[in-house]
């Protein structure tokens, strides 16, 4: 089936430490997104991509970094200098020309 | 940046009653989406709208693209306990990329 994965479910950090949220589509999408939604509000834009090898910053990029090397993953690091990592992290890709963002399952990442 | 401002908050109801949620933004938009999210879920696209004045039925639901061009309106008519979740608005330009503005959602909860 066709379609947005994004693994783990939940993901653990300790402090300092740097962590990968993984996202795969098979829908043959040129754009990808990656938001970052915490209680009580909308989603917020921290980086997007509409073509392979290259991606832009979203609204709250500090803290993130992304990597667009194949058009089917747009893995997203959380890395140390992010101080409120612990949200839902989810990505979504659109087929260029089309308005609508699919969206994946999402990631709770938790800091202990 | 441009701002959405969604309405109400949340929503208590009793099932079998409508719902009327909307969203005003401080700028137009070319396209208007609504989604809806359940518990620890990604968003999933109900109705999108690419016309001021635009009028769009799904089911129970149905939205209109303001004639002003910045606010949209989504009702849902005789609810049922599955329309739980939370209801984002989002706004879209032409000329973003396709970046979407999203509101901070209507939270919906439904007694049977």
């Known amino acids: 089936d066709g379609g947005i994965t994004q693994s783990p479910k939940y993901l653990f950090r300790k402090e300092g430490q740097n962590v990968t949220l993984s996202c795969e589509q098979n829908?043959?999408?040129?754009?990808m997104y990656w938001y970052r939604q915490d209680p009580g509000q909308g989603l917020r834009l921290i980086y997007y991509s509409q073509i392979v090898n290259d991606f832009q910053k979203g609204d709250i990029a500090e803290g993130y970094s992304v990597s667009r090397e194949k058009k089917e993953s747009f893995p997203l690091t959380v890395t140390s200098a992010q101080k409120n990592p612990t949200a839902f992290y989810l990505c979504?890709?659109?087929?260029?020309?089309?308005?609508?963002?699919?969206f994946g399952p999402g990631t709770r990442l938790l800091v202990l | 940046g441009q701002q959405l401002n969604q309405s109400p908050q949340s929503m208590f109801i009793q099932e079998g009653e409508d719902v009327s949620m909307n969203c005003t933004s401080s700028s137009i938009f070319n396209t208007w989406l609504w989604y809806k999210q359940d518990p620890g879920e990604g968003p999933v696209l109900l109705i999108a709208l690419y016309k001021a004045g635009e009028l769009t039925s799904n089911g129970r639901l149905t939205a209109q693209f303001g004639i002003t061009r910045k606010d949209s309106f989504l009702n849902i008519s005789a609810s049922i306990p599955s329309d739980v979740g939370i209801y984002f608005c989002?706004?879209?330009?032409?000329?973003?990329?396709?970046?979407?503005?999203f509101g901070d959602g209507t939270t919906l909860t439904v007694k049977p």
């Open positions: 829908l043959n999408h040129d754009a």
């Open positions: 979504a890709s659109r087929h260029t020309g089309e308005e609508t963002q699919y």
């Open positions: 989002a706004g879209q330009l032409i000329t973003n990329a396709g970046k979407s503005t």
